[in-house]
């Protein structure tokens, strides 16, 4: 059996496929970038599993060129909004992703960016550097508690239920949130409030925090109109995925103070940025790393190949999406 990586992974995944004797071809070439698209043409001719990580579109073309030996895409990732799910089903082709593992630490990385941008770390830490720090002073870079404040999650999958309990049993704030359906039990765990509408939401928020995949719907789901149901005293969090805010009506938002300051970890259209947004010191911008921990990301790379043992083994693989 053969697996192609396309970019190197963590090596305790590799080590799994290696030692139920597979071999196992890695594309070294795109260590510190994307993996372009002839890399992975040329990589997937004849292979049994491909794994991908979210940086590569992963369309029919693709897939076309690894059958007919091809049988699994194993997503070292989440999210799969990168492969397109409709030619996997057409071509019998089985999708996993690495769901559960990265949960708590995503939720950590977004109270840091809360944290962060709400006790202005970011632009303290330049201001010092830059060796203006002169005295203590009684109004020096003040910031905003979480303490008592009221926390928005837009999206109750795993991360948004952890952020949210982290927020209500850590930081005694007052939870709202939104998704597709309500969830009682939740509620009677955090003390949570349902909200149908995001804009009912939005308004109530001290924090608000994305957590929904990247689907048609939830493409620009925080746009200019939603940034102005905002609070002005409000902070924004992303590190869901990021088209889901229109990075250019933010950028707009946070200039003209109609909230008062935003972090993300996850862009429009990654590796780029609004370049607005680097002249703005209201804001925190992180490079995609929310689950960028040795003990998680090494989690992502066994989950991802266990996922292609399972399937190649003629079994059903744990973490099937498609």
Same mark, same amino acid.
């Given at each position: 059996m053969? $697996?192609? $990586?396309? *970019?190197? $992974?963590?090596?305790?995944? =590799?080590?799994? @496929?290696r030692d139920k004797g597979y071999e196992v071809l890695i594309n070294e070439a795109a260590k510190d970038r994307a993996a372009d698209k002839q890399e992975i043409l040329a990589g997937i001719k004849g292979t049994d599993a491909l794994l991908s990580v979210l940086t590569e579109k992963i369309d029919a073309e693709i897939m076309d060129t690894g059958l007919p030996t091809l049988k699994i895409i194993a997503n070292y990732? %989440?999210?799969f909004d990168n492969i397109d799910l409709d030619a996997a089903k057409q071509r019998n082709l089985m999708v996993t992703n690495t769901p559960d593992v990265l949960t708590n630490t995503v939720a950590e990385h977004t109270f840091a960016l809360m944290l962060a =941008?709400?006790?202005r770390i970011a632009e303290a830490?330049?201001?010092i550097r830059a060796g203006m720090y002169s005295a203590w002073g009684p109004m020096l870079f003040l910031g905003t508690d979480l303490s008592g404040k009221t926390l928005g999650v837009v999206g109750l999958g795993r991360i948004g239920s952890r952020v949210a309990y982290y927020a209500a049993k850590g930081f005694g704030m007052? %939870? @709202?949130?939104?998704?597709v359906k309500k969830d009682e039990n939740f509620e009677r765990g955090v003390g949570a409030q349902f909200f149908e509408n995001i804009d009912d939401l939005l308004s109530r928020s001290d924090f608000i925090s994305i957590h929904v995949p990247l689907l048609e719907s939830t493409r620009h789901l925080i746009n200019e109109n939603k940034l102005k149901q905002m609070k002005t005293s409000a902070y924004l969090i992303n590190t869901s995925r990021g088209p889901v805010i229109d990075e250019k009506a933010l950028a707009k938002a946070l200039k003209e103070k109609w909230i008062r300051g935003a972090a993300i970890d996850v862009f429009e259209n990654e590796p780029k940025v609004e370049p607005e947004l680097? *002249? @703005?010191n209201n804001i925190i911008l992180t490079p995609h790393i929310a689950s960028a921990t040795e003990e998680t990301r090494n989690a992502m790379a066994e989950l991802a190949a266990k996922n292609i043992i399972e399937a190649l083994e003629g079994r059903t693989p744990p973490n099937l999406v498609k």
């Open positions: 053969k $697996i192609f $990586i396309t *970019r190197p $992974i963590p090596e305790s995944g =590799i080590k799994l @496929l990732a %989440v999210g =941008i709400s006790h830490d330049k201001f007052k %939870v @709202l949130y939104t998704d680097f *002249r @703005l």
